[in-house]
Each structure stands twice: as structure tokens, then as C-alpha cells.
């Protein structure tokens, strides 16, 4: 069981280099300063979240070196699905954050219970990015699809005057 939850940590930590690679090309790519926008406060929640797990990383004795192969994998998946039109990368991340949020949940569950807040931590932070995509689904556009996300922030990003 522990190692599994080892292996899990780790997967979450690459992970969360390899959604800040995905959002990185993929507000590159983005086709309006707003949803470039949205997309750098995205790959703001995954550095952050990638820094939050890190100090839990280290005390399991984990390998911080971040894999260069989760990086090259999120520029394939920002390249691939920045080209998709809005609306069709909305609905395949909310596909892809739907596996997550269930993965991420089981391997908080293999927590012991002293170390369960980072693990968990992730679960919200998955479900931030999937109240994104849904709330940006049912009104693109919207000004507030962002709320959960900034609720996670420890540094926000203001908008562009």
C-alpha cells in the first residue's frame, strides 16, 4: 500500500509539470488575449500546486528531479489541444480532469492520515480546473469561470489593464 502511495505522489508531482507545459503552449496558441489569460491562471494553479507538493516530495524521499518526459508529453497535449477550437478543448480537458479527479482521490485514501491534507489538496485542486471547464462550458466567456481557481491562489494574476 505504500508504495502505491509513493508511486501516486510522484505521478501527481510529474503531473503537475506536465499540466504546466500543457497550459504554457496552449495559451501560446490561445486564440484572444482572454483566453490566453485564463490559460496563464491555469498554469499559475499548477506551478503553484507543483511547489505545494513538492516539501511532501522530499519528506517521502521521492525523486524531485522533474521528468523531462511529463514536460515534452504536456507540449505534445498543448500543442494538440491548443489547435482545437475553444469549445472542443474545454470538453476534452473535462474528460481528461474527470479521470483525475478520481485518481487523485484514491491516492489521497492511501494517505496516512498525517499526511493526507497535500494529497487532498490535489483532489481540490483537480476539481478547481474541472469547476473551470464547466462553468466556461455553460458560459463562455464568463468573467467569473475562473472563481475556483483563484480561490486556490496563493498569487493571482490580475488581468491586462
Known amino acids: 500500500m505504500e508504495s502505491a502511495y509513493h508511486q501516486g505522489i510522484s505521478e501527481m508531482y510529474q503531473g503537475e509539470l506536465l499540466g504546466e507545459a500543457l497550459f504554457s503552449r496552449a495559451a501560446a496558441l490561445a486564440r484572444s488575449d482572454e483566453q490566453r489569460f485564463k490559460l496563464c491562471v491555469l498554469l499559475q494553479l499548477e506551478t503553484e500546486t507543483k511547489a ?3 516539501p511532501l516530495v522530499a519528506q517521502l524521499g521521492l525523486d524531485l528531479v522533474e521528468d523531462e518526459a511529463f514536460r515534452a508529453e504536456g507540449l505534445r497535449l498543448g500543442d494538440e489541444l491548443g489547435a482545437l477550437p475553444w469549445i472542443d478543448f474545454l470538453r476534452t480537458l473535462e474528460r481528461e480532469l474527470k479521470v483525475y479527479v478520481t485518481k487523485y482521490q484514491r491516492i489521497a485514501d492511501l494517505a496516512p492520515v498525517s499526511e493526507r491534507q497535500v494529497p487532498q489538496s ?37 488581468p491586462s489593464p
Open 52 to 54: 505545494r507538493l513538492r
Open 122 to 158: 490535489m483532489v481540490e485542486h483537480e476539481q478547481a480546473l474541472l469547476a473551470f471547464v464547466r462553468a466556461e462550458l455553460a458560459e463562455p466567456g464568463s468573467p467569473r469561470s475562473l472563481d475556483a481557481v483563484n480561490a486556490l491562489l496563493a498569487n493571482p494574476l490580475a
